[in-house]
């Protein structure tokens, strides 16, 4: 996707709450901020997410916070 939009992945940051959806960001050479809405934390920092907050909010303040 980042590719058809002509952005470089290692640009992306991606915003999931799956381990597989974790995994193939990754793969893809993508940032992944994670919430742990139905997964545990734990498990979507193993699968490698960048940040992993409990809610949507955090994500939020988090991007906020890169944005400067």
């Known amino acids: 996707a980042a590719e058809r939009m002509g952005a470089e992945a290692s640009g992306c940051?991606?915003?999931e709450?799956?381990?597989?959806?974790?995994?193939?960001?990754?793969a893809a050479g993508m940032r992944v901020l994670a919430f742990s809405d139905l997964t545990a934390p734990d498990r979507l920092a193993e699968a490698g997410a960048t940040v992993v907050h409990e809610?949507?909010?955090g994500v939020r303040a988090?991007?906020?916070s890169w944005a400067g």
């Open 13 to 15: 940051v991606v915003v």
């Open 17 to 26: 709450d799956s381990v597989s959806g974790v995994r193939a960001a990754v």
């Open 62 to 64: 988090e991007l906020e």
């Open 55 to 57: 809610s949507l909010a």
